[in-house]
C-alpha cells in the first residue's frame, strides 16, 4: 500500500508551492475578512448536501489573494476547515502527488508534502487527519486505497488499501466509508483505520463500480453500484453493512444525498428521484431532458439539482418546481446561506434561493473546484487558488 513520503516531511518548501498575491485586484471593493470554512470533505457534510446554509450569503465581492502552485502541478482537490485549507495537486505524467495547507487569512503555506502515489480527489478532513485517495503502486495500476496523514505532525498515521481507483472517502464523527471501482465499500475508524466491516458488490467474473462517494446517517450508508451483478441503490446497515433495502436497475454516477426523511438520486441522463430513507419507497420524481444531471444541494427545504442546461429548485417534501434558471452548467450547485453557487462553463454564477434571480456572476473559465468559507468563496483553476470574500 502506498503511503506519503516522509522525506522533506517538515521542510519548508524552498521552490515555492504556493506563492500568494493579496488585494482586491478585480474592482474597487475592499474585501472583508474571511472568517472560518465548515467544508472538510468533498460535499461538505456525511449527507452529501453540498451546502453550509447557516454561512453568510455571498455577494460580488473582490479577490482577497491568489495562491499559485508550481507550474507543473495541476489542483485535484480542495477542502477546508476552520481557518485552513488543504489543497492536493498532481503532476501530470508523473506517478506522485503534493499535499499542502494553506492559510485562509493570507493564502501562505510553509510546508509541502509529497506523495508518492497519485491522488484521485480531495481529501477529507478527520479531525487533524487528511485522508487522501491515491493510486496504487505503478506495478499493480489497478489498485489504490486512502493516505491518513496527521497535518499536526505531517506523519502517515494509517493506511487502507482498496481494489481499484478510490473514490474521496465519506466521514461522520469517526467513521470513515471507503469505496472504489472495484466494487470495495469498507467502513473505518477515522482515527486508527481499523476496518470494522467490509463488502464488494459483484461477483470473482466481475465486479461493480461503486462510482461515487457515499452518503451516511445516523442509521445507514447509502450507496450506488454498477455492475452486471449488482447494479442499483443500497441502503447498508452502517454497524454491520447488511443490506437494508435495495432499488435494483437504475444507474447513479453521481452522489447520493440523504436529507429529512429521504435520498435523493440523480439517474445518469434523465431524473431525480427522492426514495424514503427508511423503506427505499419512491415519493416522487422529477423529469430532466438536456442530460448529464449532476448532484443536488440541498438548503432551506429545498433541493436545487442541475442538468446541463438549467438549474431546478424543488420541494424537498414533494418535489414541487419553485423555479428554473437557464445556465450552461459544468459542475454541482451548492448552497451558501441564501444563495445557489452554480459553476457554468465560463462563469461563476450566484443566484437567489427565493425565485433564482441572478445576484452576482465571476467570469472564471475552467473552474475545478468551488469551497465555500464564511464571507468568501474559494476556487481553484488549473495550478491557482483563489480566495474572494464580500466586500465590507
Given amino acids: 500500500m502506498p503511503s506519503i513520503s516522509r522525506r522533506e516531511y517538515l521542510a519548508v518548501s524552498a521552490t515555492t508551492v504556493l506563492a500568494a498575491t493579496a488585494g482586491c485586484q478585480t474592482n474597487s471593493c475592499t474585501p472583508t475578512d474571511p472568517g472560518v470554512a465548515q467544508w472538510p470533505q468533498t460535499r461538505a457534510s456525511p449527507h452529501n448536501t453540498n451546502a453550509v446554509p447557516d454561512q453568510p450569503t455571498l455577494t460580488a465581492g473582490g479577490d482577497y489573494w491568489t495562491s499559485s502552485l508550481a507550474d507543473d502541478i495541476n489542483i485535484t482537490g480542495l477542502v477546508a476547515t476552520n481557518d485552513t485549507a488543504v489543497v492536493v495537486g498532481r503532476t501530470p505524467g508523473e506517478q506522485n502527488g503534493i499535499l499542502t495547507s494553506v492559510q485562509l487569512d493570507d493564502g501562505s503555506s510553509d510546508t509541502t508534502h509529497e506523495l508518492n502515489r497519485r491522488p484521485t480527489g480531495p481529501p477529507a478532513l478527520a479531525g487533524s487527519f487528511a485522508v487522501t485517495p491515491v493510486l496504487g503502486d505503478y506495478t499493480e495500476p489497478s489498485t489504490g486505497g486512502l493516505v491518513a496523514l496527521d497535518t499536526a ?3 502517515t498515521t494509517w493506511t487502507h488499501d482498496t481494489a481499484g481507483r478510490p473514490n474521496p472517502p465519506t466521514v461522520a464523527d469517526d467513521l470513515l466509508v471507503a469505496t472504489s471501482d472495484q466494487g470495495d465499500v469498507t ?5 486508527t483505520g481499523d476496518t470494522q466491516w467490509m463488502r464488494t458488490f459483484g461477483d470473482d467474473h466481475q465486479r461493480a463500480s461503486i462510482p461515487a462517494p457515499p452518503a451516511i446517517d445516523a442509521d445507514s450508508v447509502y450507496i450506488s453500484a454498477d455492475g452486471s451483478v449488482a447494479q442499483g ?24 444525498v440523504r436529507t429529512e426523511d429521504v ?6 441522463r434523465y431524473e431525480l428521484v427522492a426514495f424514503d430513507a427508511g423503506s427505499g419507497d419512491r415519493q416522487w420524481s422529477k423529469a430532466m431532458y438536456d442530460g448529464g444531471l449532476f448532484s443536488p444541494a440541498i438548503g432551506h427545504s429545498r433541493v436545487f439539482s442541475a442538468d446541463e442546461k438549467t438549474v431546478y429548485a424543488l420541494a424537498v417534501a414533494d ?10 452548467v459544468a459542475g454541482s450547485p451548492l448552497v451558501v446561506g441564501e444563495s445557489v453557487v452554480v459553476p457554468t462553463t465560463d462563469r461563476i454564477v450566484g443566484l437567489s434561493i427565493e425565485d433564482g434571480s441572478e445576484l452576482w456572476t465571476l467570469s472564471e473559465r475552467s473552474v475545478t473546484g468551488c469551497v465555500p468559507v464564511s464571507r468568501g468563496l474559494l476556487y481553484t483553476s488549473g495550478n491557482t487558488v483563489t480566495l474572494r470574500t464580500n466586500c465590507e
Fill in 153 to 155: 505532525s505531517w506523519t
Fill in 187 to 191: 467502513t473505518l475508524a477515522a482515527s
Fill in 233 to 256: 441503490i443500497y441502503a447498508l446497515d452502517r454497524e454491520t453493512g447488511e443490506t437494508q433495502w435495495e432499488i435494483p436497475g437504475p444507474n447513479i454516477p453521481e452522489p447520493l
Fill in 263 to 268: 435520498v435523493l438520486a440523480s439517474y445518469d
Fill in 319 to 328: 418535489g414541487g418546481i419553485h423555479w428554473e434558471q437557464d445556465l450552461d
